[in-house]
């Protein structure tokens, strides 16, 4: 059917118009987008009862920067549906902060929790987001070859590892692709992404 | 139902969640789609898109004159959107695109439509560039000036982008049979 000129035939104009118009967005990108709009002071949540779930998380806030790795990792009761079992390579994302991380104001912490759920929830849906846990703050301690303890130098202005996420992603791409879309990197964090050795 | 115009004056006055979420529960699937076609077929990054554009257009809803549909206006802020995740550097590449629109295709044998690409997969292997105007000029029916306009290109580029994309497709797309008839596998 090549043709010598560029206009389409009727039968392209019919096939291009039963082309579908939607397409059903991923469960958890509402939410998500929501919680973003939410961090950004555009939109105000509207005030419920605070149930038990709520009141873990607002606790966790007070210490756990990345409540949404806790809960996927330990409150594994949540909304969003186990993942799938499959063999898609893993990676481990680790996430950094630095100087330039933008740290929540007082009182913003819970919408920074919530943001960094729903963007987990939602990975968790589609099967991405494994689990994940923040690193309490505080020293980190190296044992050495000789088996000897000791603190690890942590210099002002250098960033350190403040938690991690594990995902399953069909390729490194995508995996990266997924760690962009993390709001960690939004407020200024960095994000190692690491494929697991399969065992 | 509530109007856009109800909807979006409760999101721009109060900041009203219930009325964003109507908005957004409206026009995403639409918005969606568009960002699939121009990510060819890239879900993490039709993702952001979308998103990215729900937070510009509700940064700017306010000053929004309403002289078009509300989802034209998603519309063009999803292509600027798109324009930016592509300057950086966030999406499928040009060099993987190449990969991907040289490698052989699924041709469509006599013997049976399972072997066929259809449509949808053909116009996601098209090279970005092929793509974009493709899917804002025979999808979403957007004039060479009017794509001129949101890609910052001249309209004589679309024209010419919008050729070779024609051309790519009915490459891929025959033999055997025509786009209308692939249709029912996408």
Not at chain 1, 74 to 100: H, M, S, V
Not at chain 1, 127 to 145: F, Q, R, T
Request: one cysteine or more; charged letters at 30%; aromatic letters at 6%.
């Amino acid at each position: 059917m090549m043709r010598s000129d560029d206009e389409l035939t009727p039968e392209e104009r019919d096939a291009l118009a039963r082309l579908p118009r939607e397409a059903d967005p991923p469960a958890g990108m509402e939410q998500a987008t929501v919680a973003a709009l939410a961090a950004r002071g555009l939109l105000r949540r509207p005030r419920r009862p605070r149930r038990r779930f709520d009141v873990v998380l607002a606790l966790a806030a007070s210490v756990l920067l990345f409540a949404g790795g806790l809960a996927l990792g330990r409150l594994g009761g949540g909304t969003a549906p186990a993942p799938p079992a499959d063999g898609r390579p893993r990676f481990a994302l680790f996430l950094y902060e630095g100087p330039e991380y933008d740290q929540p104001a007082p009182g913003a912490m819970d919408q920074r929790v919530e943001e960094y759920v729903a963007w987990a929830s939602a990975k968790r849906t589609d099967g991405a987001v494994e689990g994940g846990e923040k690193l309490k703050d505080g020293d980190e301690v190296a044992i050495e070859p000789d088996g000897s303890a000791g603190t690890v130098p942590s210099p002002p202005g250098e960033a350190r590892l403040a938690g991690y996420f594990l995902i399953r992603a069909a390729d490194q791409r995508t995996a990266l692709e997924i760690a962009r879309s993390c709001p960690h990197v939004r407020y200024g964090g960095r994000i190692v992404v690491r494929e697991i050795e399969p065992t | 139902m509530r109007e856009d115009r109800d909807l979006a004056a409760a999101v721009v006055r109060s900041g009203d969640e219930a009325a964003f979420r109507a908005l957004y529960r409206r026009h995403t699937p639409a918005l969606y789609r568009l960002a699939l076609r121009l990510g060819g077929g890239d879900e993490p990054w039709a993702e952001e898109l979308v998103q990215r554009s729900w937070i510009r257009a509700v940064e700017g809803l306010g000053a929004f004159g309403w002289r078009s549909a509300l989802p034209t206006w998603l519309g063009g802020i999803a292509i600027n959107c798109a324009r930016e995740l592509w300057r950086e550097g966030r999406g499928r590449d040009e060099a993987l695109d190449e990969v991907r629109d040289e490698a052989p295709v699924a041709r469509g044998s006599p013997a049976g439509p399972e072997d066929r690409i259809d449509l949808e997969r053909a116009i996601e292997r098209l090279p970005q560039g092929y793509r974009q105007v493709f899917v804002l000029h025979d999808v979403e029916g957007y004039t060479h000036e009017e794509i001129g306009g949101l890609l910052g290109i001249e309209a004589g580029t679309s024209k010419s982008q919008l050729s070779h994309a024609r051309r790519r497709l009915r490459s891929a797309l025959e033999p055997p049979a025509s786009w209308g008839e692939r249709r029912g596998s996408g």
